[in-house]
Every structure is written in C-alpha cells, then in structure tokens.
C-alpha cells in the first residue's frame, strides 16, 4: 500500500545548526514527492518538488530510490524555518491525488 | 496568483445540524479536494473532484458528502454534525493540464467546532 511516514512529530534544532526532516515512502511505482510548509496561521503551500531538483528558501530534498527516501535539508537553520512540514506523494493518477504524512513540526531554537 | 478561498474561517455548530463548508477557486482547476487536519494524524482527504458533477471517496468518506455543480466550486456537507468532527477542514485545488508535476494550491482553512 501506498504510504509517507515521517518518523519525528516534532523536531527542535538551534538557530544556526543544521536540519533534517526525514520522510519516507512506500510506493511500487515511479513516485513524485513534494514538501509543503504551513507557517503559523498562514495557508498551505507547496516548499519544492523533487521533480525540480531546486533549493527553495535554502531548503533542498534529494530522492533515493534504493532507500525509498525524500530527506528535507538545510544546513543553517533560521527561525523562520519555524513551521508545519508535510512530505507528500503523488501517485500520477490522473485526478492527482497526494497522501500526505502525518507530518513534523520544526522548531527553531533562539 | 491561485485563489483558493472558504467560506467561513471559524465555525460553530451543534450535534446533528447540517454544515456546509464552501470551497471556490478562480484559476479554472480541473481537480478540487476536501482534507480534514488534526493534530497528530496530518491530512487526510475526505473526498475529490477532478471534473464537474463527479466525486470520489477519500479515505476517510464516512459522515460527509459533496457537490461540485460548478468547475470553480466544491462544497463540503455534514449530512448530521458529530463532535468527532470537529476539526480544520482545508480546501484545495489543481490542475491536470500540467501533467502529475504540479502542485495543489490550498485554501486558508475551515475551523469547524461541533458541540
């Protein structure tokens, strides 16, 4: 079946100090994975998408297939990083359809 | 810019009562979809649209219904509002012409508190 697991609800990092959202997948196809961010008390939307292979706001996602991995990253951590992250996978179904994890609340240490 | 918007931010209803959450989008998407949002269990999709007048179950269908009579909106039904309901209901929006590579644009969020 298909499924996103990401293993921290909650992850507490220094300012300054790197991060690592984990996020892993389980999905027999060729999978297309996203991050989206929700900042406190604002909409939803969309971080990057695997597919872009792009570093938005210093945030990159590398997909390892062999360990069915989606990893979010950042080297120095900013307090505005501070926010709701969900990984979510796109199973290519015409109606586009994502599973979302159950997703990790990051929290950026003064 | 991607519109998405709701009807009402924060809502409050008793047992039993029918709701109706309201969902309009402005950018002509094709697809459309209705996700509750609790803590601990991220989103999980109720129901969706990829067409007027069609539906499909989510994985969590069970207490709700839907009505897309118009491409732009997608409303949201609680046939008999339990408290098991209470929740953040988020709308959103996407569009199949660009291929599977694209992103769903949300909507800020129903806060729906059922006595």
């Known amino acids: 079946a298909q499924r996103v697991t990401q293993p921290e609800k909650l992850l507490s990092v220094f300012k300054g100090a790197p991060v690592e959202l984990k996020c892993n997948y389980s999905y027999s196809g060729s999978p297309e994975l996203f991050w989206y961010v929700q900042y406190s008390r604002q909409r939803l939307q969309l971080l990057l998408r695997h597919i872009s292979r792009e570093s938005i706001k210093g945030f990159t996602a590398d997909l390892n297939k062999g360990e069915t991995s989606f990893h979010l990253k950042k080297p120095f951590a900013q307090e505005e990083d501070s926010a709701m992250y969900y990984c979510a996978l796109n199973m290519g179904d015409r109606d586009d359809k994502i599973i979302f994890g159950k997703g990790t609340r990051l929290h950026i240490l003064p | 810019d991607v519109k998405v918007t709701q009807s009402s931010r924060y809502l409050v209803k008793r047992t039993g009562e029918k709701v109706f959450l309201e969902c309009v989008q402005d950018?002509?998407?094709?697809?459309m979809f209705w996700y509750r949002q609790d803590p601990g269990l991220g989103l999980r999709l109720i129901y969706f649209?990829?067409?007027?007048?069609?539906?499909e179950k989510g994985d969590i269908p069970e207490g709700y219904s839907v009505s897309r009579e118009k491409k732009e909106r997608f409303s949201l039904i609680l046939e008999s509002a339990s408290t098991n309901q209470t929740s953040m209901y988020l709308c959103a929006s996407s569009s199949h012409a660009a291929g599977s590579h694209i992103e769903q644009y949300f909507g800020p969020g129903t806060r729906l508190t059922v006595t």
């Open positions: 950018m002509d998407h094709e697809n």
């Open positions: 649209s990829y067409d007027v007048k069609m539906k």
